[in-house]
C-alpha cells in the first residue's frame, strides 16, 4: 500500500518562500504520477501543479504559475512543490497524491485521477 508523507508546511509573510515534500514508499509505480493539490474550509480540492513520472511533464494552475515550481526525485521517490512570492490566498492545507498510472496532460490536474493521498500540512500566509 503506497503511502504519502509531506512536510514543509509552515506560517509565513507574504512575500516569503516555502518549499513542501513529499515522500512517497510501499510500492510507487515506475508509470506513476504526482501531484500537490490544496482546500480551504468550503472549497474544493484543487491541484496546484502535476508531474508525470515517465517524461516530467507537468500542469499548474493558472493562480500559482510563475510562482511554484513542482519537482520529483525518481530515485528517492519524492515530490516537492517549491513555493516563492506567497501571496494570503495561498493560505490552505496542501496534500501530495499520487496516481499509480500515467495520465494524459488534460486530466493531471483532476482530483479523481489519483488513488493515494497523503494527510496534508498546513501552510498559512499572513503578516
Known amino acids: 500500500q503506497v503511502q504519502l508523507v509531506e512536510s514543509g508546511g509552515g506560517l509565513v509573510q507574504p512575500g516569503a518562500s516555502l518549499r513542501l515534500s513529499c515522500a512517497s514508499s510501499?510500492?510507487?509505480?515506475?508509470?506513476?504520477?504526482m501531484a500537490w493539490f490544496r482546500q480551504v474550509p468550503g472549497k474544493e480540492r484543487e491541484c496546484v501543479a502535476a508531474i508525470r513520472r515517465r517524461d516530467r511533464a507537468t500542469a499548474y494552475a493558472d493562480s500559482v504559475k510563475g510562482r511554484f515550481t513542482v519537482s520529483r526525485d525518481n530515485v528517492k521517490n519524492m515530490i516537492y512543490l517549491q513555493m516563492n512570492s506567497l501571496k494570503p490566498e495561498d493560505t490552505a492545507i496542501y496534500y501530495c497524491?499520487?496516481?499509480?498510472?500515467?495520465?494524459?496532460?488534460?486530466?493531471?490536474?483532476?482530483?479523481?485521477?489519483?488513488?493515494?493521498w497523503g494527510q496534508g500540512t498546513q501552510v498559512t500566509v499572513s503578516s
Open positions: 497524491a499520487e496516481s499509480a498510472g500515467s495520465p494524459i496532460i488534460s486530466s493531471l490536474r483532476l482530483a479523481q485521477t489519483y488513488d493515494y
Open positions: 510501499g510500492g510507487t509505480s515506475p508509470k506513476s504520477t
